[in-house]
């Protein structure tokens, strides 16, 4: 049987960010099939030109059509915000993107003033400029490229000195103008949560987009018939890394049904 509703959820990111996506997706799609690629090998995408992450974005998605996914879900602010418009109009699978959640933060600040932390891929993105320019005007979006964050965290070191300084000479900026909702654009930020709360305490609203993500692929696959039948089993997920695999299992190692391999691609 090789029904097209039966194939994987296929996902990609610069690097193991996405799982945070991938994490949402397992959550409330627990029977599909899912195959992420990390392409770590490749990471930072954040500080590339946009020719090349339409480049790696293109490799991805080509990788994982051949693995016959049913659906793309590009899990990096990064890739969607540089590269998506292009692999919808080159390529017939639907993919689910993933963008700042600044729209909802301007609905939650009272204090009128939002934190957005992201690549600079992202934040000179034409996309995300499109969307902070819809953002009412009383509203004040302070912006702040993460350098550096995700080098940390693709090395395992979301525990060190290093990582709490940079966190710390971000955010104090933030705390200082009364910023009351902060905007995690980029993946891989949501596992510096806890470091984030040390630094900001427990009231700065902390807004990721990772559930949206997932229910709209839920959202896209039933529209489209494509989700699986199967109702009660964990399906398979597979990682592929271009890099070593030891931070994917340390961060996957509460899953059950996880096959993670290192793989060219
Ligand atoms: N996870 C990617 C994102 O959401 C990280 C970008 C990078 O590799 O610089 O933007």
């Given at each position: 049987?090789?029904?097209?509703?039966?194939?994987?959820?296929?996902?990609?990111?610069?690097?193991?960010?996405?799982?945070?996506?991938?994490?949402?997706?397992?959550?409330?799609?627990?029977?599909?099939?899912?195959?992420?690629?990390?392409?770590?090998?490749?990471?930072?995408?954040?500080?590339?030109?946009?020719?090349?992450?339409?480049?790696?974005?293109?490799?991805?998605?080509?990788?994982?059509?051949?693995?016959?996914?049913?659906?793309?879900?590009?899990?990096?602010?990064?890739?969607?915000?540089?590269?998506?418009?292009?692999?919808?109009?080159?390529?017939?699978?639907?993919?689910?993107?993933?963008?700042?959640?600044?729209?909802?933060?301007?609905?939650?600040?009272?204090?009128?003033?939002?934190?957005?932390?992201?690549?600079?891929?992202?934040?000179?993105?034409?996309?995300?400029?499109?969307?902070?320019?819809?953002?009412d005007q009383e509203i004040e979006i302070i912006e702040q490229i993460g350098e550096g964050l995700v080098e940390l965290i693709e090395n395992n070191q979301i525990d060190s000195k290093e990582m709490y300084n940079l966190l710390l000479s971000y955010l104090q900026p933030m705390i200082k103008e009364n910023v009351d909702c902060l905007v995690l654009g980029c993946t891989h930020y949501p596992y510096l949560i806890p470091k984030i709360r040390e630094i900001a305490g427990k009231d700065?609203?902390?807004?990721?987009?990772?559930?949206?993500?997932?229910?709209?692929?839920?959202?896209?696959?039933?529209?489209?018939?494509?989700?699986?039948?199967?109702?009660?089993?964990?399906?398979?997920?597979?990682?592929?890394?271009?890099?070593?695999?030891?931070?994917?299992?340390?961060?996957?190692?509460?899953?059950?049904?996880?096959?993670?391999?290192?793989?060219?691609?």
């Amino acid at each position: 049987m090789n029904l097209l509703e039966e194939q994987p959820i296929g996902i990609f990111d610069s690097g193991i960010g996405g799982t945070s996506i991938w994490k949402e997706i397992r959550s409330l799609l627990p029977n599909e099939k899912t195959i992420y690629l990390s392409d770590s090998f490749n990471a930072p995408y954040g500080h590339k030109t946009k020719q090349k992450i339409l480049e790696l974005s293109i490799k991805n998605t080509e990788f994982l059509i051949k693995q016959n996914c049913k659906i793309i879900v590009v899990a990096c602010n990064t890739a969607t915000t540089n590269a998506i418009q292009h692999l919808r109009q080159n390529y017939n699978i639907p993919f689910i993107g993933i963008e700042p959640a600044i729209k909802p933060a301007s609905i939650l600040t009272q204090s009128k003033k939002i934190g957005i932390l992201a690549t600079k891929g992202t934040l000179n993105s034409e996309l995300f400029e499109k969307t902070s320019s819809r953002i009412d005007q009383e509203i004040e979006i302070i912006e702040q490229i993460g350098e550096g964050l995700v080098e940390l965290i693709e090395n395992n070191q979301i525990d060190s000195k290093e990582m709490y300084n940079l966190l710390l000479s971000y955010l104090q900026p933030m705390i200082k103008e009364n910023v009351d909702c902060l905007v995690l654009g980029c993946t891989h930020y949501p596992y510096l949560i806890p470091k984030i709360r040390e630094i900001a305490g427990k009231d700065l609203k902390i807004i990721d987009s990772g559930e949206a993500v997932a229910k709209q692929t839920k959202k896209i696959l039933k529209e489209r018939n494509l989700l699986s039948s199967k109702t009660n089993a964990v399906n398979e997920s597979i990682f592929y890394t271009n890099k070593s695999k030891t931070v994917l299992e340390s961060i996957l190692k509460e899953y059950t049904n996880v096959i993670i391999e290192e793989k060219d691609f």
